[in-house]
């Protein structure tokens, strides 16, 4: 295996799995999140769940790292999946995101610029 770039951590509060995203990653990165993601979805055993994802520490990725996400959100979508949101500064980065996962579009998603309101509004769905 490749050397990850990109730092991932990923916790559950609840049904809500989160993720924090800290710099730039290539695909063996992209790897871990979605690897990580999909253990705990594997776990909670085809129970409804959101996403918070934090990527206020994102710094981009490579061209290999979104075909990743672009594969794992496909996955996603034949999942028990709630909502995810996005907590972002960067209009930029999140079009990118949107351009190269196309497959996001068919989720409910919202972007926030701060953890504490996307965590409100996922649990306002649960």
């Not at 999909?38 to 959101?50: M, R």
């Not at 710094?59 to 999946?81: C, F, I, R, S």
């Not at 960067?90 to 953890?115: H, W, Y």
């Amino acid at each position: 295996m490749g050397i990850e770039h990109g730092e991932v951590s990923i916790s559950l509060k609840g049904n809500i799995i989160v993720v924090r995203n800290v710099g730039a990653f290539n695909e063996y990165g992209a790897q871990k999140y979605t690897n990580g993601v999909e253990a705990i979805v594997d776990d909670l055993k085809d129970t409804s769940f959101s996403i918070l994802v934090n990527n206020l520490e994102f710094q981009g990725a490579t061209p290999e790292a979104y075909q990743e996400l672009e594969k794992y959100n496909v996955w996603l979508n034949q999942q028990k999946l709630i909502a995810k949101a996005m907590v972002i500064t960067s209009n930029t980065i999140l079009d990118v995101i949107n351009k190269l996962s196309p497959s996001r579009a068919s989720q409910q998603t919202r972007s926030f610029d701060n953890e504490e309101d996307a965590m409100s509004w996922l649990q306002a769905l649960s």
